[in-house]
């Protein structure tokens, strides 16, 4: 009587290269599927012979048994694949040796010729690369002139609006003096001789008013002082002018002069001629007449 056939035992190799565990289908199946094993470690059966290359160990998926037909079909596949790969590589090589056999047999390109044709390309490089070298000079040296040219001319115009505007600036000054001169003039005429003056002081920002005999007697004046609301304070000041030309003709406000008061923003004063009875007010215009 014939006795049952064992069922196979399969072997799986540890990384190291040893038999790890074995077991039967069904158990490495139940390991595949709890992904204990994966589809790339090798087996080796023991019992049956392999179903594929008699080997002594390979890939899990090459075990319909265990991995299922699908992977079985998709490693012959990918075997298949791999031939065809290594044909299509041997069809090229053998058409680059086809190639070369080919240029091998073509009559060869006369050497002389190759020389004179390869002269002749760097002669024409070379001369357009001088004819380029020439013409960026020549575009250098233009546009450095042309750059000159341009500041010497933006110099220029910068010198002359400054000339201008220096000119400018003189002529309204002056014409600011002269309006002030023709405005004290007229003020002489219509009141009392004397010219006033106005300028800011050098102690403070307060204004000083400068007061000078224009006439060819001495002047006897009441200097009387406004506040900005225009009504007269209770500041006076006495104050005695000799004739123009003689020592004494020039008197100013501020501390130590005549009029010992420094004129705040809004302030004004009046002038009364003491022997004639006549008086004129007078509001602080800063003037830059000396």
């Given at each position: 009587?014939?006795?049952?056939?064992?069922?196979?035992?399969?072997?799986?190799?540890?990384?190291?290269?040893?038999?790890?565990?074995h077991?039967?289908?069904?158990?490495?199946?139940?390991?595949?599927?709890?992904?204990?094993?994966?589809?790339?470690?090798?087996?080796?059966?023991?019992?049956?012979v392999?179903?594929?290359?008699?080997?002594?160990?390979?890939?899990l998926?090459?075990f319909?048994?265990?991995s299922?037909?699908?992977?079985?079909?998709?490693l012959?596949?990918?075997?298949?694949?791999?031939?065809?790969?290594?044909?299509?590589?041997?069809?090229?090589?053998?058409?680059?040796?086809?190639?070369?056999?080919?240029?091998?047999?073509?009559?060869?390109?006369d050497a002389?010729?190759?020389?004179a044709?390869?002269?002749?390309i760097?002669?024409?490089?070379?001369?357009k690369?001088?004819?380029?070298?020439?013409a960026?000079?020549?575009?250098?040296?233009?546009?450095?002139?042309?750059?000159?040219?341009?500041?010497?001319?933006?110099?220029?115009?910068?010198?002359?609006?400054?000339?201008?505007?220096?000119?400018?600036?003189?002529?309204?000054q002056?014409a600011?003096?002269?309006?002030?001169?023709?405005?004290?003039?007229?003020?002489?005429?219509?009141?009392?001789?004397?010219?006033?003056?106005?300028?800011?002081s050098?102690?403070?920002?307060?204004?000083?008013?400068?007061?000078s005999?224009?006439?060819t007697?001495?002047?006897?004046l009441?200097?009387?002082?406004?506040d900005?609301?225009?009504?007269?304070?209770k500041k006076?000041?006495?104050?005695?002018?000799?004739?123009?030309?003689?020592?004494?003709?020039?008197?100013?406000?501020?501390?130590?002069?005549?009029i010992?008061?420094?004129?705040?923003?809004?302030?004004?004063?009046?002038f009364?001629?003491?022997?004639?009875?006549?008086n004129?007010?007078?509001?602080?215009?800063?003037?830059?007449?000396?």
């Open positions: 009587m014939t006795q049952p056939m064992e069922p196979p035992v399969y072997l799986i190799k540890s990384r190291s290269g040893e038999t790890l565990i077991g039967t289908a069904e158990q490495v199946a139940a390991w595949y599927k709890d992904q204990r094993i994966t589809s790339k470690d090798e087996l080796s059966r023991k019992g049956w392999l179903y594929e290359n008699d080997q002594a160990w390979a890939l998926e090459a319909p048994e265990i299922g037909p699908s992977a079985h079909v998709r012959r596949l990918l075997r298949q694949r791999n031939l065809l790969i290594l044909a299509g590589a041997g069809l090229l090589a053998a058409l680059g040796l086809l190639l070369i056999s080919l240029a091998q047999l073509l009559p060869a390109y002389s010729q190759q020389i044709d390869s002269a002749e760097a002669r024409q490089a070379e001369l690369e001088k004819q380029a070298v020439e960026m000079t020549t575009a250098e040296a233009t546009t450095k002139s042309a750059r000159e040219e341009e500041e010497l001319q933006r110099k220029n115009a910068q010198a002359a609006a400054q000339k201008l505007a220096d000119q400018v600036s003189k002529n309204t002056l600011g003096v002269v309006k002030g001169l023709e405005a004290q003039l007229d003020s002489i005429q219509k009141t009392m001789p004397i010219v006033v003056r106005w300028r800011e050098l102690i403070n920002k307060d204004q000083v008013v400068v007061v005999n224009a006439s007697v001495p002047l006897k009441l200097v009387s002082i406004y900005q609301n225009g009504v007269q304070t006076q000041y006495a104050l005695i002018l000799a004739p123009v030309g003689l020592n004494g003709s020039v008197k100013e406000s501020g501390l130590g002069e005549s010992a008061h420094y004129f705040k923003k809004g302030e004004t004063l009046e009364t001629d003491v022997d004639k009875g006549k004129d007010r007078f509001n602080p215009v800063k003037s830059s007449a000396p």
